[in-house]
């Protein structure tokens, strides 16, 4: 029994990776160092004492820099996602599994980081592992550069008349030979492909794995060093830089995504795309190669920080009166050792295979916790929510209000991100000014949940039908296109894989080329403006203008968007209260070990399956796919009216979920309450309780 128990308590610190602890002899070297003035506790902390990396408050504010860093390169990749479906001819739910495979990594190895973490040099496995995050960011852009140019109309890469030519409807005698499907698919081409895209998620990989280490030993190596009163203070510190980490990665998404992804090998004759036309690409990897410097600056600080340093000593003096009395209530009773020096000795004796044989009995146990459970449960589904729409609204606001990938950023980043951060603070604030009791804890992630599921309803109204396009989609009671002109395009001998959508703004109605107009003339006044005419399959022979025809609902887009703030802001209210329920109801040696699995299932359940459900949602909403080498490739047109319901009802359903999760937590909690009332008004049935299970009790406290 000793052994387990033992064992049972290494694993309260361990998989969590927020108190890894120290071995003995480095325990007592730093209680020498604390006690001893100057803290001259060892030769070699006496020679490394006047550096200044012995500053626990540099390391706050470098770790701040680095979470900030690692989380606008992992968070980069989502503000780019349509760019780089278009750009490699992915379907949504492969680049919803590519978003995915930043958590594969960090998942796998999240578990064992607190057992190796009492065993290694913190932060120099801190900058190892960002360092490797930012050569993850690196191979992500590796593709760009190895892959050709990057061929908007399928034809030619640096003629620009051209182009303009191969768009028009020309006699049969007078079209090129079209290059045929088999030299333009050859096996070396696809295994190409295969190659560019297998980069990416082996970078994606890496930067779960290296992200690793950062966070849980940066909080651990501060909770370690930085007085007991200031340690909150400074981890709320790296936890509010770290926030605005997403929302600069939608930014830098903006910015960056407005230049033309071949800006480093622009043709001579220029190109004549506007960040508006849907064949537009930006520059997808120049944020992966700013970010991966960014971190690699970042990193730089951590290979000169010691392995330990004097703990400090001097409470910061606005802090002093407020925790002092929080401080005593939560000291060990006098003359019992502390808890943590214990584990730091007992966590060395734990071998691997015993860390493995144990863990799967606590994690059951843990489970088994109604409470635990049911907030893991809201949490999970409440993520669900987050992952996609963090992945994929801002595809969904560039196809449902033609809008371009850069303002849709701007708009994430500059409203949804901020709105998030304003829930955590908001919930925070309420819980530690009204004193919340995990009942009333409850009940405010009940009302938040319900809050948040109501601001969802509107969004299904909140938009339109795509338009008609020619051939592919048609409105009841709208011009019929092609079919008004039938045989218009026969003499044309337009290509089946031109993409160079025209619009014909009087009927709306949208083209998939010039030739699929029957166009054959073309005036371009400057390259962002260009117009067809003689056009046999347009009503008036046109003329129509290059691009597609904008959304009827572009309005729709700032209402949407503030509705998805309000209940983005309702979603992290719950944050501290749902987090607050799991610490206050589970044991107080499995707080940690509950802490850590929670995260667990959120990386397994939510973070990881959510992109590539909603990613496959999206895809079955497509109504017309580009080809390539007679595979599916990039999606061109949606519908939209099911694109909004579908992904719209993805969430709906997941916060539903959220909401029947936290209504069961406070109808459980009412019952212990009413339960706890009868036990004290009735003394004689609570030793009644007691003398009909009398197994029980022994079981749960020896766990």
């Not at 990193?299 to 009166?321: D, N, S, T, V």
Request: aromatic fraction near 8%.
């Amino acid at each position: 029994m000793k052994t387990v128990e033992c064992q049972s308590q290494v694993l309260v610190d361990g998989p969590v990776g927020e108190e890894p602890q120290m071995p003995d002899k480095d325990t007592m070297a730093m209680t020498g160092t604390e006690d001893t003035p100057g803290g001259r506790a060892s030769p070699d902390s006496q020679d490394l004492q006047p550096s200044v990396f012995h500053s626990i408050k540099l390391f706050v504010l470098c770790h701040s820099l680095l979470q900030l860093a690692q989380l606008m390169i992992s968070g980069y990749l989502k503000s780019s996602i349509s760019t780089v479906e278009k750009r490699f001819g992915l379907s949504s739910q492969t680049s919803g599994l590519l978003a995915a495979f930043n958590e594969v990594g960090n998942t796998t190895l999240i578990v064992f980081v607190s057992y190796f973490g009492i065993r290694v040099h913190r932060p120099r496995l801190i900058g190892c592992g960002a360092i490797l995050v930012a050569l993850a960011g690196l191979l992500m852009t590796l593709p760009h550069f190895i892959s050709e140019p990057y061929r908007y109309d399928g034809t030619s890469s640096g003629n620009v008349s051209q182009d303009f030519e191969a768009s028009l409807c020309l006699p049969t005698t007078l079209v090129p030979a079209p290059a045929s499907s088999s030299s333009n698919c050859s096996s070396h081409t696809e295994a190409k492909h295969l190659t560019m895209v297998g980069i990416m998620f082996v970078a994606q990989t890496l930067l779960g794995v290296g992200g690793v280490p950062i966070q849980p030993f940066g909080i651990s190596y501060i909770d370690d060093f930085a007085h007991s009163n200031n340690s909150p203070l400074y981890l709320g510190i790296v936890f509010a830089v770290t926030l605005m980490g997403p929302g600069l990665a939608f930014g830098l998404g903006g910015v960056m995504l407005r230049l033309y992804v071949d800006i480093d090998r622009m043709p001579e004759g220029g190109i004549s795309l506007t960040s508006k036309d849907p064949r537009w690409v930006g520059a997808w990897w120049l944020g992966f190669l700013i970010s991966a410097g960014a971190v690699a600056l970042a990193a730089i600080p951590y290979f000169f920080f010691p392995r330990e340093m004097p703990k400090e000593k001097q409470e910061l003096h606005f802090r002093r009166r407020v925790l002092t009395v929080v401080s005593k209530d939560e000291d060990a009773p006098p003359g019992e050792p502390p808890k943590k020096e214990g584990l730091a000795q007992m966590a060395p004796d734990l071998t691997v295979i015993q860390f493995i044989k144990v863990f799967p009995r606590v994690l059951l146990r843990t489970l088994r916790h109604p409470i635990f459970l049911l907030v893991v449960l809201s949490q999970v589904c409440m993520s669900c929510a987050v992952a996609g729409m963090a992945t994929f609204l801002s595809k969904f606001l560039e196809r449902q209000f033609s809008i371009t990938a850069s303002y849709a950023n701007m708009l994430i980043g500059c409203l949804s991100i901020p709105g998030a951060i304003m829930g955590i603070v908001l919930g925070g604030i309420l819980v530690k000014c009204l004193h919340l009791s995990p009942m009333r804890c409850s009940a405010l992630c009940l009302l938040g949940s319900l809050f948040c599921l109501l601001f969802s309803l509107p969004l299904f109204f909140m938009g339109c039908s795509t338009h008609q396009i020619a051939g592919i989609t048609h409105q009841p009671g709208s011009q019929p296109g092609l079919e008004l002109f039938p045989g218009c395009m026969e003499p044309c001998s337009c290509p089946s894989d031109d993409f160079n959508p025209v619009c014909e703004s009087s009927t709306r109605v949208e083209y998939l080329s010039p030739c699929h107009a029957g166009c054959t003339n073309q005036a371009a006044p400057d390259k962002s403006h260009v117009f067809y005419t003689n056009c046999s399959c347009v009503t008036g022979s046109g003329p129509v203008q290059a691009g597609s025809c904008n959304s009827a609902c572009s309005h729709l887009v700032l209402p949407f968007m503030l509705l998805i703030s309000l209940g983005g802001v309702m979603a992290s209210v719950i944050h501290t209260p749902s987090f607050m329920l799991i610490l206050r109801g589970v044991k107080k040696e499995d707080k940690a070990l509950a802490v850590g699995i929670q995260f667990m299932l959120l990386r397994v359940l939510a973070w990881m399956p959510s992109p590539v459900i909603h990613g496959s949602a999206i895809d079955t909403t497509c109504v017309h796919w580009a080809q390539s080498c007679g595979r599916r490739a990039v999606c061109r047109y949606y519908d939209n009216d099911l694109l909004r319901n579908r992904f719209i009802g993805l969430q709906f359903f997941f916060k539903v979920g959220s909401l029947a999760c936290f209504a069961l937590i406070l109808a459980i909690l009412r019952q212990q309450d009413k339960e706890e009332g009868t036990k004290v008004t009735c003394p004689g049935l609570q030793q009644q309780l007691l003398v009909s299970q009398p197994e029980k009790k022994p079981e749960e406290s020896r766990v």
